[in-house]
């Protein structure tokens, strides 16, 4: 079974520059997250979708981070303009869905993109 | 506010022995907690889920417990060996998310 495909793997660039970050998850997995992991912390969600209505994103920085899931499947989030503190690596996860009764799946994980903004 | 709070010291131990990782945390509720562990340049990976009312699950060499009423959760790694050398990360469910502690880095000396 192949697993989450993420890309690039790597970004370097200047500040107020844009970037996007694309991820392909599970076959037949509905939940996709994006999460932001900072050197020495732990991933922190940004966004979570199921299918492809979102379902949690309190944590992300709306001025300047957005994210799309179209037709249930690929996403994108996208950068713009970047600030110094974005750089991180941005992880990008699938799961079955969400249960009702509130069992959280585990979650597969990509290699993440490391994001460098100079 | 809440928090989640993993070994802050990096363990380093002897090939054979028991390592033993902490989670705590305050001021969550969570009906599971996930154990994920994760390599250098690569993204977590699943070992062992525990929901509230369970007290220990074992897969393996590995064995979690969890403590409701401590708000604890133990992670061990019985007869360690050296290709487990990783950060490990504990992860709290709740409000159908998951919140991740800063992860435990673990050296296993041959």
């Known amino acids: 079974e192949a697993g989450v495909a993420q890309s690039p793997r790597y970004k370097i660039i200047e500040k107020r520059q844009s970037v996007a970050f694309w991820c392909n998850p599970i076959s037949g997995h509905a939940t996709l997250y994006w999460y932001q992991q900072i050197l020495g912390q732990g991933p922190k969600l940004l966004i979570q979708?199921?299918?492809?209505?979102?379902?949690?994103d309190s944590q992300l920085p709306k001025d300047r981070f957005s994210a799309e899931r179209l037709k249930g499947v690929d996403s994108t989030l996208k950068i713009q303009p970047a600030k110094l503190e974005d750089s991180a690596v941005y992880l990008c996860?699938?799961?079955?869905?969400?249960?009702?009764?509130?069992?959280?799946?585990?979650?597969?994980f990509g290699p993440g993109t490391r994001l460098t903004v100079l | 506010s809440q928090k989640i709070e993993q070994n802050s010291e990096a363990l380093n131990i002897q090939e054979g022995k028991t390592a033993t990782l902490t989670c705590n945390y305050t001021?969550?509720?969570?009906?599971?907690l996930q154990w994920y562990r994760q390599d250098p340049g690569r993204g977590p990976v699943f070992l062992l889920l525990i929901r509230e009312n369970e007290k220990e699950k074992r897969k393996e060499r590995l064995k979690v417990t969890f403590d409701t009423t401590l708000k604890q959760s133990l992670f061990h790694i019985t007869a360690s060996q050296p290709a487990d050398s990783a950060t490990y990360l504990c992860?709290?469910?709740?409000?159908?998310?998951?919140?991740f502690g800063a992860g435990t880095t673990v050296t296993v000396r041959a």
């Open positions: 001021n969550y509720s969570p009906a599971y």
């Open positions: 979708f199921q299918n492809n209505g979102v379902v949690d």
């Open positions: 992860a709290l469910a709740s409000d159908y998310k998951l919140s």
């Open positions: 996860a699938s799961s079955l869905a969400t249960g009702t009764s509130g069992r959280v799946n585990e979650q597969f």
